[in-house]
């Protein structure tokens, strides 16, 4: 009786343990789903080994690296290095002025007009409450399974408490409940946790002994199973606390608000509690919804899923988004780009499953994904508008940068790149933005999270560059940049007001050289028209010279003829006297003959005549005596006179009548005067007198 009775003692406390235990596991695994996102020193480009991390209040990520200060935007890492690169340990900010302890000096950072950090190192020892140290905060009470694991840095909230070890971070709720405990065997990438910063209420960030972690707690979109665990999603169902799917692996359960991961479960028991696939509407959205036009970008969808209440999921690429028809309007409730989470939609239908009124299943790549729309709706309200970080541009001097906080900037004409960094703050859940450079494209570029913008040798000109930033509902924030690239130099309005000027002197110079080419035209056709009458007065002179020379060797060639005539006369008539005396004798009175014969032969021999002849010759052949006296000196006044009738071309005979004497007499004195001008026999005498 007694062993039955301790029997059931041991049964009920062995009941009661379990029963508590099933409490504490249940209140241990109702818990938010935990996105960790890692970053490595292929996303910050600098030192594996950070040591401390703050977060300002303009929402900036500050990071003690071993490699300097790392500055994280939001979107854009950026390193920042002492002259010496030393390491950094600490970092802490008061007065908007962020101070560092490194590995050789102390030291603060402020901006410069282009956004950049410069460092200044200072000679005394910093107060550590400048420094946000939470090694240093009072240790609070924390489960065994925390001691156990060798605490080291506690941080902390009211909702969330935060503890890392030497194997991971354990997050636990007010009342020390362990929630997480996150390590290298589940989302983590190192153990050895250097630092905390609480950002806010669900956001907290790592300094890792190897790279940086961002811990977002309770998201409104979570993974409830892996792909490679429960294969893709095709049908769901709940009841109660449980979720029901079916996968192309098979049939699985899962106790919603735990940590533990699906079950398999029979078809037979998965089959009552899975509701049917969602319908899809192919019909175009012009029947579907009363303003078309309000869907935007989902106006072209690819896949619309009907909700109770007239509220549609519109899916196009890795976007989705909630719409409702009421009262004659179309109205878009919210939207999720899955980017923000590092998911990715399905590429086939289906893809959103219903749960209740605000929470959805929906197929992944990645797995199958729990969202929340409230919660959404809620990210919503933390609404920062996107800003310009740093705007540098590069040519062929080197890199210049420009101010950031600016509505317009002016690059030169032969720049090669400028790089615009975008900056959305930590504080936004939401990091994507997309731009639209007015003037060269007309849509809206692909989302992105990378802060860079780059544009590579734009024309001359002015742009507008419109950058949105992502949000779960409503407008996109938008902000505007004027883009303005110089022409190049000879493009420039100083090059026209200069080309004007040149335009200007060329057409005066070729005014004036018309002018002055006018003028020496004039000039020379004056000259001309002077050198043609110049030439027409010689022409003229010529022509009377002439006409006077053709008179004067006429009168000469008359007075030749003449003289010849005469002569010929004179000597027949002294031919006649000499034959009359021949015939007659003695009766011829000697006294009568000598006496006619005495005048006839000086009627031959009349130097008058000569006188005049070479008076007449002299006129007509321009002083032909004088040059041949000048050439051959030697010459005789009887070789002159033959040299005078030859130029005339008198033949031997008339030669011989003019001067009186016999044929062979000429003929004697061509032969003499031949030598006398040192003649060759094939030179002919006549024409050389001529050309003389």
């Known amino acids: ?64 690296n071993n490699s300097g200060l790392l500055e ?134 790592l300094a890792l002994d190897n790279g940086i972690t961002q811990v977002n707690i309770n998201p409104p979109v979570s993974r409830l199973g892996t792909r490679s665990q429960i294969g893709k999603l095709e049908q769901v169902g709940s009841n109660e606390d449980f ?36 319908s899809i509407i192919t019909q175009p959205v012009e029947n579907l919804f009363y303003e078309p036009e309000a869907l935007g970008y989902f106006n072209k969808a690819q896949y619309i899923y009907p909700l109770p209440e ?27 780009l899955f980017d923000n989470y590092q998911m990715n939609l399905t590429t086939r239908s289906p893809h959103f499953f219903i749960l209740n009124d605000s929470m959805y299943v929906v197929s992944a790549m990645q797995g199958t994904l729990l969202v929340d729309i409230r919660q959404i ?26 101010y950031p906080d600016t509505q317009e900037i002016t690059l030169p004409h032969r720049f090669q790149e400028v790089n615009l ?19 060269i494209s007309t849509d809206w570029s692909e989302w992105q999270k990378d802060g860079k913008i780059a544009f590579s040798q734009l024309p001359e000109g002015t742009y507008t560059l419109h950058i949105r930033k992502y949000v779960t509902k409503g407008p996109f924030p938008e902000i505007m940049l004027q883009i303005k690239v110089l022409p190049a130099w000879y493009n420039t309005v100083w090059a026209y007001c200069i080309y004007v000027i040149l335009i200007w002197i060329i057409i005066q110079l070729v005014l004036h050289y018309h002018l002055k080419k006018l003028k020496r035209e004039e000039l020379i056709q004056k000259q001309r028209e002077e050198e043609q009458e110049q030439q027409r007065v010689e022409q003229m002179k010529n022509q009377m010279l002439e006409t006077e020379l053709q008179n004067k060797n006429n009168e000469l060639t008359l007075q030749t003829s003449a003289l010849v005539r005469r002569n010929k006369a004179i000597q027949t008539f ?10 007659l004798g003695d009766r011829y009175p000697n006294k009568l003959y000598n006496k006619l014969r005495a005048l006839m032969e000086d009627a031959l021999n009349d130097q008058e005549d000569w006188l005049l002849f070479d008076s007449y010759f002299n006129s007509a052949h321009q002083n032909f005596i004088n040059r041949l006296q000048q050439k051959y000196p030697d010459l005789t006044p009887g070789d002159l006179r033959i040299c005078c009738l030859l130029r005339m071309n008198l033949s031997t005979k008339e030669i011989a009548s003019l001067l009186n004497i016999s044929v062979r007499a000429v003929e004697l004195r061509r032969y003499r005067l031949r030598k006398r001008l040192e003649l060759n026999n094939d030179i002919n005498l006549v024409e050389f007198l001529l050309k003389l």
């Open 1 to 64: 009786m007694k062993q039955h009775h301790t029997y059931q003692l041991l049964l009920y406390i062995l009941l009661t343990g379990i029963i508590c235990f099933s409490t504490q596991a249940k209140n241990a695994f109702e818990n938010p789903y935990v996105l960790v996102q890692n970053y490595t020193i292929n996303d910050y480009h600098a030192s594996c080994q950070n040591w401390d991390v703050y977060v300002s209040a303009e929402g900036t990520l500050y990071v003690a």
């Open 72 to 205: 994280f935007d939001g979107n854009t890492w950026h390193l920042y290095q002492t002259k010496d690169q030393e390491a950094l340990f600490q970092i802490g900010m008061r007065n908007d002025t962020l101070y560092s302890r490194g590995e050789k000096t102390n030291g603060f950072w402020l901006y410069n007009k282009e956004m950049i950090m410069e460092y200044t190192p200072i000679s005394e020892n910093l107060p550590d409450s400048i420094f946000h140290d939470f090694r240093q905060l009072q240790p609070f009470p924390v489960p065994d399974e925390i001691e156990k694991a060798g605490p080291q840095i506690y941080a902390g909230t009211n909702t969330y408490k935060f503890v890392s070890s030497s194997n991971g971070l354990f997050v636990t709720d007010s009342a020390g409940q362990v929630l997480h405990h996150l390590s290298m065997s589940n989302s983590l990438q190192d153990n050895m946790i250097h630092d905390i910063c609480v950002q806010d209420i669900d956001q907290i960030w």
């Open 243 to 278: 979720l029901y799917i079916k996968t192309n692996l098979g049939y699985f359960r899962k106790e919603l608000g735990t940590q533990y991961s699906f079950t398999p479960i029979s078809e037979k028991e998965a089959l009552p509690h899975l509701d049917k696939q969602p």
């Open 310 to 336: 007239n509220m549609y999921w519109i899916v196009k690429g890795n976007e989705a988004a909630l719409f409702q028809n009421e009262f004659n309007t179309t109205t878009q409730k919210c939207r999720i």
């Open 377 to 402: 709706m809620k990210q919503n309200m933390q609404l920062t508008m996107p800003m310009f970080h740093s705007i540098r541009y590069s040519d062929s001097h080197g890199i210049h940068y420009l």
């Open 421 to 439: 960094f975008v900056s959305t703050t930590v504080f936004t859940p939401n990091h994507q933005f997309s731009y639209l450079l007015e003037g």
């Open 574 to 583: 002294l031919d006649e006297l000499n034959q009359q005396k021949e015939s």
